[in-house]
């Protein structure tokens, strides 16, 4: 007998799980919609749970249908293009569901965190999202963008390192996106729009042709995390290999990145048309 009572408890509770887990199933694909960064992939996802009527707020936006929501999160990725998102425990009272979450970046350092409260219409969509965010794990916008400097700043001196000091081009290749570019000057015998880190080894190869390079006076660092650019200011002393005669030039080098890498260079001569000169001529 006590046999039979512990199958009939054990199916129940099964039965149970099952409509729990058919229950979440709405918000099981809630966050899948989140966690989706390409735009049309997400929309068809999003179609799958929610209405033209079906609503969302939080301290950021407040917005009804389809299409609003799918931009709602497109313009957080375009804010925090590398987040991660992921959550705690859900807890279901009838046709109710809330839940913790929290946003890290790609270094797992916390962007914000907060909680969200769902109402399902039974039909395996939901009608309604309320999320609150927690402000003290939340990063104000200026925590974030001082963050994003570090991080930007780290990468550039780490490229400025490997560059002028060890000559490390196989660590220097894991800070450049693919296809990253660099602009050099035209006027110079290595001049040109160089695409992608191994055309940028040719260009350093072609310009060791023509001069021996010590760093004179060590870079000063700028940097702009709302627009992700750094700049860099330092001077360089050469010794042309055509002529022996050496030089002194100030430099400045302009940074773009993107999620941690470098996506462009273009370095700024103080007298390009003088550094070119003293390049080309001869004893």
Request: a positive charge; glycine letters at 6%.
């Amino acid at each position: 007998m006590r046999k039979i009572y512990l199958l009939c408890f054990l199916f129940i509770l099964n039965g149970l799980f099952a409509q729990k887990k058919e229950k979440l199933y709405p918000i099981t694909a809630y966050e899948k919609v989140w966690q989706e960064k390409n735009s049309d992939s997400r929309l068809k996802l999003i179609k799958t749970i929610w209405l033209e009527d079906s609503t969302f707020e939080d301290p950021s936006a407040s917005i009804k249908g389809v299409v609003a929501f799918n931009n709602v999160i497109n313009e957080f990725y375009k804010k925090f293009p590398d987040a991660i998102l992921t959550s705690g425990p859900k807890i279901v009272k009838d046709n109710y569901v809330t839940w913790e979450w929290k946003i890290v970046d790609s270094k797992n350092k916390l962007i914000m965190g907060g909680r969200d409260f769902a109402r399902l219409n039974g039909k395996g969509q939901v009608s309604k999202i309320i999320g609150f965010w927690d402000k003290d794990a939340a990063l104000s916008e200026a925590d974030l963008l001082k963050n994003l400097e570090a991080d930007n700043l780290k990468v550039v001196a780490k490229y400025y390192e490997c560059l002028f000091k060890t000559r490390d081009f196989n660590t220097m290749a894991t800070l450049i996106e693919d296809g990253a570019i660099y602009n050099q000057a035209i006027g110079l015998p290595y001049g040109g729009t160089f695409i992608g880190f191994s055309e940028w080894n040719k260009m350093f190869a072609k310009s060791t042709e023509f001069f021996d390079l010590q760093i004179e006076k060590e870079p000063t660092y700028f940097s702009d995390a709302s627009k992700n650019e750094v700049i860099i200011y330092f001077t360089i002393s050469c010794k042309s290999k055509k002529s022996g005669k050496t030089m002194s030039m100030p430099i400045s080098e302009h940074f773009d990145l993107k999620n941690g890498k470098i996506t462009a260079v273009r370095p700024f001569y103080y007298d390009t048309k003088q550094f070119a000169e003293f390049l080309k001529s001869k004893k």
